[in-house]
């Protein structure tokens, strides 16, 4: 009795280091990764393991361990990202502000049987820095840290939730059926890794494109509406045509909204939005002398060309009252308002018919 009290309190002492030790951990692992792109991490956590916890597993290996500090995973954290690649750029950001114990260390991404599929990520035992800045009592606790992508998350957690352990004691349907589930998460994550590398060679092309006047037959997207927009020569001798009139200063804005607009307008390609800037340009820039002539503003969307073209568009190619209502209700909620701005293209259509 009095060996388990002893034994307690010496894990309760060493679990109190190690929760003084976490949100140093937490804060340095932040640091250290506060250069990658906020898009590639989903989530950072830790847990520290219960003293029932560490006793289950000494009792389950006691030829492995003989005391709680042999212990490597009494603190475990866990950095979820969303993309495989971005596994090695962030343990590379891990080895360089902490110790590795290499030998300790495993990528189960190597480890695991080529024909098989199953639980992958790479799992480092590190601590902090023989460095005098920190205590000298916790720069020597080593600690976990899994480095894995959301899917290989997905399938460690439903693993772990339904108590697959091994091979031999797991019925051959349950395996098999594991193992179908995990090629299913495994390819998946090759695709989103792929599609990701597509969509930055995709731009790339499209950069290229519009910078050696070549885009004609590029299709409108997200993409290719950005790039045209801070980077045609075409739309930007336009913008600063509209900025002069007021010597605004223009402040960028995400053009991805304009889309829905231009799909109405039956403009499809960059082409097809390069002959509407060319064809409306004069009218655009009339109405764009009326409207801010006056009007003092100091600084203008990137995107106000758009505005006005629009508009010129309306003016010029005779839709109808009801089809002018319909394309302004694609970014106006207010009925009046709606109904003002239908008013003002059709008098402006009339003024410019005289």
Avoid at 14 to 36: F, N, Q, T, V
Avoid at 46 to 73: C, F, N, Q, W
Wanted: with cysteine; charged share 30%.
């Amino acid at each position: 009795m009095s060996t388990t009290k002893n034994s307690n309190q010496k894990i309760n002492e060493l679990l109190e280091k190690y929760s003084a030790l976490a949100p140093i951990i937490d804060e340095r692992i932040r640091s250290a990764l506060s250069g990658i792109n906020h898009s590639a991490l989903y989530d950072i956590t830790h847990r520290i393991k219960t003293v029932k916890s560490i006793k289950g597993k000494m009792e389950r290996k006691p030829d492995k361990y003989h005391d709680a500090s042999e212990l490597r995973d009494i603190l475990g954290f866990r950095i979820i990202c969303f993309f495989e690649e971005d596994i090695d750029v962030i343990a590379e950001k891990i080895a360089g502000a902490f110790r590795v114990d290499r030998k300790h260390s495993k990528d189960k991404r190597s480890l695991i049987d080529p024909t098989s599929f199953g639980y992958l990520s790479l799992h480092y035992i590190i601590a902090l820095p023989d460095d005098e800045a920190f205590p000298e009592e916790l720069r020597h606790l080593w600690f976990e840290v899994q480095i894995r992508t959301i899917l290989q998350h997905v399938w460690a957690e439903i693993e772990h939730d339904l108590g697959y352990k091994s091979e031999f004691g797991t019925p051959r349907e349950v395996r098999r059926n594991f193992s179908k589930a995990a090629s299913l998460l495994e390819t998946a994550d090759d695709l989103f890794s792929n599609i990701k590398k597509r969509l930055v060679d995709y731009k790339k092309e499209v950069i290229r494109s519009i910078e050696n006047d070549q885009a004609e037959n590029l299709y409108l997207d997200a993409i290719t509406i950005t790039e045209f927009t801070s980077r045609s020569r075409t739309y930007q001798n336009f913008l600063r045509e509209i900025a002069s009139i007021t010597g605004a200063t223009i402040n960028d804005a995400n053009p991805e909204s304009q889309l829905a607009q231009l799909d109405f307008l039956g403009i499809h390609t960059l082409g097809a939005l390069v002959e509407m800037i060319d064809r409306e340009h004069d009218t655009a820039l009339r109405i764009a002398q009326e409207k801010l002539s006056d009007s003092g503003l100091e600084e203008l969307s990137s995107t106000v060309p758009y505005y006005y073209l629009y508009r010129a568009v309306l003016i010029n190619n005779g839709c109808s009252p009801e089809r002018i209502k319909e394309f302004l209700s694609l970014t106006l909620r207010d009925e009046n308002n709606i109904e003002r701005n239908a008013q003002w293209i059709l008098d402006a259509r009339s003024e410019q018919q005289r």
